[in-house]
């Protein structure tokens, strides 16, 4: 009898036993692991699980994050399983997981490097694993800041009156608005267009603020808003910037019709970026947006239209006439782009022995 009554207790348990989530669900209430109320450190004492308190001040594990390799500028992807839902940021080596959960790849990989300190990509929350907790610290806002920059309207009124040099954690000293990209193999067409339109202060102050285009579903237009605020950013770990993520909407966007590995026109990217990001805000974005208005310019058009003369009798009866007539007809037309007739380049070579560049002014 005494066996039947534990086979029965067993069976209860099992029957009434709640499935359990999928091995990569990142729920926020991890903390129903109550095997791991109590666990033993490296070294040897016994430490109680603090995922029941919440939110803690303070990690033993915060001496281990590391800076220096930390690069928010690629795909929002799991290194091993390639997904792109609740995916992680190991703070020590820099690379991708996905989950924190049991089972995850972020948790295994916390017992396997013993790396600890972990962000949340799209909340931007910060956990311990495999404890589970999260750590709630202001010395990591920096990181926080470099993962989503993040502006004020008075910041944003401010950046071309105070322009200031920022330096990188490898020492080199960069201007914000003004970093290099890198270049994606055969990207070079992309990234002097970027860096032209981000001297373009309407359209600049416009996607530094994501209240603009929040609303606005397409990923084109959420990857230049966000790529917009990584060149702007002042306090950027490294010098330079990558616009992997931007390539990667643009070719999606595009159909790859401009993608990384393939040269194309700048001229007929710049159109087509144009053209496209004043579409998706036009249809989606609830503010209004005056994209092609910062960008277009207006040409004077002066119309020459001879007209006939009419004789004319004097007083002796002499018919004469006073030439032609020309009536001028002036008018104004918006453009996009222009193109100007340069110049030839002169004969002569400067006192440097170089041919001298032909300059013409535009106003």
Known sequence: ???????????????????????YDDVDDDEEHNERS???????????????????????????????????????????????????????CGKYYQGRGKG?????????ARHHVYINLHTEKLYCLPDGYEIVDPSLDDIRQVLNPRFTKEQVAQLDRNRRWSRALD???????????????????????????????????????????QHCGSTLVQRFGELTRKIWHAGNFKGQVSPHGFLQAVAEASQKRFCAGQQSDPQDFLAWLLNTLHAELTTSCRNNCALLSWLQGEMEVIKEIPTKTIPQKEDNGVETE?????????????????????????????????????????F
């Open 38 to 92: 109590q666990r033993r450190n490296s070294d040897g004492r016994a430490q109680r699980c603090r995922s029941k308190l919440g939110p803690v001040e303070g990690c033993p594990y915060l001496d281990t994050v590391n800076r220096q390799v930390l690069d928010f500028d690629f795909e929002k992807f799991c290194s091993v399983s390639l997904s792109n839902l609740n995916v992680y940021a190991c703070l020590v």
């Open 104 to 112: 995850s790849h972020a948790y295994a990989h916390s017992f396997d």
């Open 1 to 23: 009898m005494l066996v039947d009554r534990q086979g029965s207790i067993k069976r209860q348990k099992i029957e009434g036993c709640a499935s359990r989530p999928p091995p």
């Open 171 to 213: 020492g080199s000293d960069y201007l914000p608005g003004m970093v290099g990209l890198n270049n994606l193999h055969g990207t070079d067409f992309v990234n002097v267009t970027i860096q032209s339109l981000m001297r373009v202060t309407p359209l600049r102050n416009f996607f530094l603020m994501p209240d603009n285009y």
């Open 322 to 362: 006073h030439g032609i007539n020309v009536l001028k007809h002036k008018s104004r037309m918006p453009f996009l782009m222009l193109g100007l007739g340069l110049p030839p380049p002169p004969l002569f070579k400067d006192a440097m022995e170089k041919n001298i560049i032909p300059q013409v002014t535009l």
